[in-house]
């Protein structure tokens, strides 16, 4: 059986539209009246994720289950960054940031890849996590104009084109946060929790 209530403890409609595309049938929502969340003061998506997660079991309704998140790019040529300050970043301007922090770094350098941490938090206090990766390099310019965040820059391993351009029918099922989903949902049916 779904669970009859999901919150998803983000204001950004994008990321519960990436859900959904997985979580077919699950009533999946944002969650309203969170703000302000607490800090994202943890080293790691997982921790933060658990703390958004855990605020919004407090706000949420009593029988809900509550998902939050955490993502960011980490880029070879910038020792890991920004990482876990991927949307504090670049300000106004991820996109900008990133290309000029990266200006003359060519090669294995401009690796990186996008990280995403999902943990779901069930009214009893059970934790379900998900955790996905998406490989890729920094492309040189921006292109595309689907998604959003770093997606015009980042191209996956085995495409030629950026998120940007490949667009968010293929972010349904090939993006970080689709396969941090797709591991969510393993873990909740192997609990026998969804069918």
Not at 115 to 135: H, N, S
Not at 147 to 165: K, L, M
Request: hydrophobic content about 40%.
């Amino acid at each position: 059986m779904l669970p009859s209530v999901v919150r998803v403890a983000t204001g950004n409609r994008h990321k519960v539209e990436e859900l959904q595309a997985i979580l077919a049938g699950w009533p999946l929502d944002i969650l309203a009246g969170a703000d302000p969340y607490p800090p994202e003061d943890e080293p790691d998506y997982v921790g933060n994720a658990r703390i958004k997660a855990r605020h919004g079991r407090t706000v949420a309704e009593p029988g809900a289950w509550v998902i939050a998140e955490d993502s960011g790019i980490e880029v070879a040529g910038l020792d890991g960054r920004p990482g876990v300050h991927s949307a504090r970043f670049g300000g106004d301007d991820p996109v900008g940031r990133l290309l000029e922090a990266l200006a003359g770094v060519t090669g294995e350098g401009r690796r990186g890849r996008y990280v995403c941490e999902l943990i779901c938090l069930l009214p009893d206090g059970t934790e379900l996590r998900g955790t996905g990766t998406l490989a890729g390099h920094v492309a040189e310019a921006a292109a595309g104009s689907e998604g959003f965040g770093y997606d015009p820059i980042f191209v996956p391993d085995g495409e030629t084109r950026t998120v940007g351009e490949l667009g968010d029918a293929w972010k349904a099922t090939g993006s970080h946060r689709a396969r941090g989903t797709q591991a969510l949902l393993a873990t909740a049916r192997a609990a026998g929790l969804v069918p």
